[in-house]
């Protein structure tokens, strides 16, 4: 039987699983491809410490140069995370007319395309399944499935640690500070959860998502990005009442001359299927012209999950080795994708939830309104909390209709400069339509 050998640049969560998928399903996979996928080396950062028993320690290696001098690797994985050394890993292999699978969206949001433009001009594939959403097929469907669909818009939950925790405060009135540090017990967050909380982990991945579903180039640095860290247990519990649930959305969907791209907290209908994805779960629901809603949700990372999408690509890239064809899908990258003109934060149209602190005495609330009036604002609901022991301050929530987020802005801006205005007014934007619903065309 042929043999396609290939080698792994780390050994961490997603290397270990990686390696136990290829070993556990090796029969199953020699069945589907007709040739057998085996690991020459593994490399870590250091050999000489004690490994998982089913990795034998003769695969380790430190030394980059032992994988590209071996000329039985053909194709190089890289587990490894983080922008260096990956990044020149990856350039090495791809110099070297290796082709590339890699899980690493960080690397590809900062450096993809120039990598994806190295791969086209040697004639090598680069497969990144696992960089979005771990085990959801989502980019194989993008550039596979519905290569022949227009996307109008993309919606998904892509970011499991922050999804578990503002599950954990929904369900159980936890605190953000509790529910992070849940998390982080139980190994759904880092030590440093920055990049989740803040939305950028999820940015990078839509940008991906986003760069193959509309053929446009667009970067985290370009688009509106909000974290979840202010988002209370009192927020979720109002937008409860009137029939939302609290998630961090990552959108991106076609306007009159170009798209609007976004990640930040939102209020979704509670009937989305959006709003059922719980825990570690990722979704991301798509609207395209002809097939149109589609549901893709499972588990958005994990050591074999992503394992799972990581040996799909090394197979897709050993079925092309067999056939001898590279370059057969598009990479997102000139001439593949082309600069769009993007919606400018302000210029967003929807309802908004407003939560205002204020002091517990007569005229407030008129007060509020009338600014809100003044601005443009038109208020759908109002509700009112008086002082409790926890909150000193009185309580006014208001569901505005859909309004310019601009105008949203300067009265909110207004309304904080107000001497009755006891704490910064929380913004929360209201998504409904289509794009959240698995109806209609
Ligand atoms: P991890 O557990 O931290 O493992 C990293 C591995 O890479 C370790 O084996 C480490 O070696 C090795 N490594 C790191 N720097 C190295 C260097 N300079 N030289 C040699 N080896 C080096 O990471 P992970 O969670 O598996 O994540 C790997 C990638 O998958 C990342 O890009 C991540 O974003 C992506 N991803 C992860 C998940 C997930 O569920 N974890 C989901 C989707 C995507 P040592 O063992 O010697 O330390």
Redesign the pocket.
Known sequence: MKEIGIAL???????LGTYRILTQHAKDIERRLGARVRVHHV????PG?ARPEDVPSALLT?DMKTILANPEVSVVVE????LS?AREYVEQAIASGRHVVT????LLSAHGEALFSSAIARGVDVHFE??VC?GIPIIRTLREALASDRVESLTGIVNGTTNFILSAMADEGSTYADALRRAQELGYAEADPTLDVSGMDAAQKLCLLASLAFSARVSPGSILVEGISTLTPADIAHGREAGFVLKLLARARRVSDGLDVRVHPAFIPAASPLSDVKGGFNAVLLQSAALGASLFSGLG??ALP?GSAVVSDIIDTCRGLLAGVSGRLPLPCAPNVQDVPLLSPGERRGPTYLRFSVSDEPGVLGRIASVLGEKGVSINSVLQRPPRPEDTHATIVVFTHDTREADVIAAVQWIDSLRSTRAPTQVIRIEEGPGLLLSGR
């Open positions: 640049l780390g050994l961490g969560n997603v290397g490399l870590v950062r250091e410490r430190h587990l490894m995370g983080g050394p899980a690493n969206k960080a696992a960089a771990g990372a994990g992503t």
